[in-house]
Nanobody
Framework: QVQLVESGGGLVQPGGSLRLSCAASGSIFSIYAMGWYRQAPGKQRELVAHITSGGTTNYADSVKGRFTISRDNAKNTVYLQMNSLKPEDTAVYYC??????????WGQGTQVTVSS
């Protein structure tokens, strides 16, 4: 089993910044990628960004140039630095971990609200 613990969400004004963290523990081996998804009310969950074990990153077009995903392998933690936040970034953000085989894992979610 894998446990994912997220932190760093909150309320921020448009144009502001937040950093999300996701710490993984448990059976953290054979990891293909870790990343972040988000789900806004009434919408489907969507990929925001992910980073593979080889360091390759992938971003949704809507966040390119504003968000940066990174990881600290020693701490088994992945980060999402979110800059120039917009109201449309408001959503519950979920940490995700994919292994090369077997199930994927999800965190409990952290709320990000961008509002003046």
């Amino acid at each position: 089993q894998v446990q994912l613990v997220e932190s760093g969400g909150g309320l921020v004004q448009p144009g502001g910044s937040l950093r999300l963290s996701c710490a993984a523990s448990g059976s953290i081996f054979s990891i293909y990628a870790m990343g972040w998804y988000r789900q806004a009310p009434g919408k489907q969950r969507e990929l925001v960004a992910h980073i593979t074990s080889g360091g390759t990153t992938n971003y949704a077009d809507s966040v390119k140039g504003r968000f940066t995903i990174s990881r600290d392998n020693a701490k088994n933690t992945v980060y999402l630095q979110m800059n120039s936040l917009k109201p449309e970034d408001t959503a519950v953000y979920y940490c995700n971990l994919k292994k090369y085989t077997g199930p994927q894992y999800w965190g409990q979610g952290t709320q990000v609200t961008v509002s003046s």
